[in-house]
């Protein structure tokens, strides 16, 4: 039985460790590389003190708040028949044979067979039985096990079980060796713990540790602030999170638990709302109009949604207390002209705007969007890049013209993370954009805006999240949604196909090329490394040359020069490429009206997020765009996935599809949230929790706000501020 779902808990994430201490007992960094590490821990063996401080556990504390990362219920053995397969389950076994075997391409595998149960076996052995309960198990590239998994050990395992030709198969399947000299109560017959470890730090002994720690010790932690009546208290959570008697409690635990998470962090975001309030700027006079100028030259009409996050954004604007405020809007919403609108109001007090995007092909985009709407109302736009600093002004920003011409008015520069380091530096930078926010880490988002004095900020999103979780996420941001697409939007097509229909796909695609159209294909990244990538895309790109001759294919990835990059880009909006492979580096913002065919290779790799992210480079103009899906699902529940995006073209939708099928996920981790990381909680599975948090947080420190009647309390959210002192001003 799967307890938690398959929630990993890095044994490194720490938010949960409530650092009281560190005020106490001075920095933890002391003890990291000493033996022995804490009174505390003075009665147990240097060897499992090691272990101990490999799982950073420093003190009794961190201890008792080691939580497992899921349960095992070995209190009874599982028979298994066809409808178990596709599932997780843990099964119990002897090895009965085993065998190494090199596979092609040199990676070798490791092969088991294991009898199911054996001491239930009664009639003899038939080859049928034989079938249900011999499990073969193969682990890839790790020969080494075959020294532990000989003939004859009793093992249980946890994994997926599949079914093939010749039987029953798990692959990569978790175990544990059974030693009759150990403990039994404490590994078997029970629901079971299974702790996050590091290399060298043995499951069943750090079972054998906690147990003796937890449950054979009082619970020693008080509650330090008033916990709602129908959660159990800590004392009795914390031994039930470990080795629960029953489900229930196991489950009332970790509810109680993940509550204390919550609570901690609706604190912490309800403490920075307050104390941002309390920064007040003042704001320069208008010097000219040039936002309505602005929006009268557009070729277009703002949509309502346009219009109505703009005049969220001059209001904001009017106040003041700094804005800082997240437009959230689906691919194609046109986020831009609210960043630009945004920057032109900055431009109009006298001050510089920093736009700041997570790719050169995006900046230099953005470059020449801002360019064509900005320097008609006199604005100079400059950008800054790696590649290209201010050598690439434009023309209109040579000394002289600026003497006469931006004289008092601000100016905005368009950048990558080149704008984080030293060379940018700019006075009065009174608006930080980041667009694609979540491409980007906290601390970098945080640096940007620390170029300027208590600027307004505005972040930019697409990826979809649900509302009103967004709402209690970002509970100290303002959000703004655009939840309109600008008209004259044909929906797009999309299809998923399997690889041996490609001859099709490029055929269409060869078809949408005469008529003028033009296609992106993409391929994924296959390895970490950006040369594996390269090398896969450029094999595509080679293949596909020949099929569309003699219209021109262009090729993009990571590893090229940025002016190479530029490049393609450039031809490609021209309309010279016909056909782009790349990697997903054009993943977010590229916006090329006139392609109107994408087709994703090996789909199955990207998530449904990306995948609609990938889309959204298409469908943007009148003619109508189709996106083809090559995957080679392997599972039914990879081929679901797809069929989602064959269903849906909006991206809220298919992001809570996405949580239902994939399981919710920390997805909205630190770098999105510039918050502590959750250790147990899920903003989705524990929904309830979180709204009950947010308005208990908000209660409590009305009622208190020094937090008087809890200090210690006080202490742990003065450590977090401390801590993430700089995070405040970012969301
Ligand atoms: P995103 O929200 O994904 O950043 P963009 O800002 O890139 O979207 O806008 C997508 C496309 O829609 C661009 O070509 C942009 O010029 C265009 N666009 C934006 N707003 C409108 C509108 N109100 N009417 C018509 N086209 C628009
Ligand atoms: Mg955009």
Redesign the pocket.
Known sequence: MEMKGEKKIPAKKTALKPPPKAVSSGPKEKSKSLLPPSADFAHLSSTQRLWLQKLEIHDRRDLLFYLPRRHEDRTRSLELDGSRIGQSLVVRGVVQQSKSAWWRGGRGVFEVAILLNPETITEPLTSDLLKRRLLRCRWYGMPFLKKSLCQGRELILYGKLFKDKEGLLMTHPEFEILDSSEDSTIHLNRLTPIYPLTEGVPQRGIRALLYREIMEKPIEVAEFYPVPEDLISLQEAIPNAHFPDDPHLLQASMRRLVYDEFFILQCVLAQRREGRKKILKERAPRKMELGKEFLAQ??????KA?RRVIAEIERDLENPIPMHRLVQ???????????VYAMVLAVERGQHAALMAPTEILAEQHFL?LRRWLEPLGISVGLHTSAKKKSDRSPMDSPEIQQTLFKGKGSVTVGTHALLFDSFVTEQLGLVVI??QHKFGVMQRLTLVQKGQNPDVLV?T?TPIPRTLGMTLYGDLEVSV?DE?????SPIVTLCRKENELPKVWAFMRKQVEEGRQAYVVYPLIDESEKVEAKAVQTEYERIIPLMAPYRVGLLHGRLKPDEKEAVMKDFRAGLIKVLVSTPVIEV?V?V?NATLMVIENAERFGLAQLHQLR?RIG??AHKSYCALIGEAKSLEGWQRLKVMEESCDGFKIAEKDFAIRGPGNIFGTEQSGLPPLRIGDFLRDFDLLQRSRKDAGELLKSDPELKKFPQLKRQLDAIHLQRKTLATVG
Do not use: C, H, W, Y
């Open positions: 557009l070729s277009f009409e703002p949509t346009q809007g689906d691919v194609g919403s046109g986020k831009t002209l609210i960043a969007n667009d694609e930019m697409a655009i697409l600008p008209p004259g939007r913002g916006d009206p959204g943007r103009g």
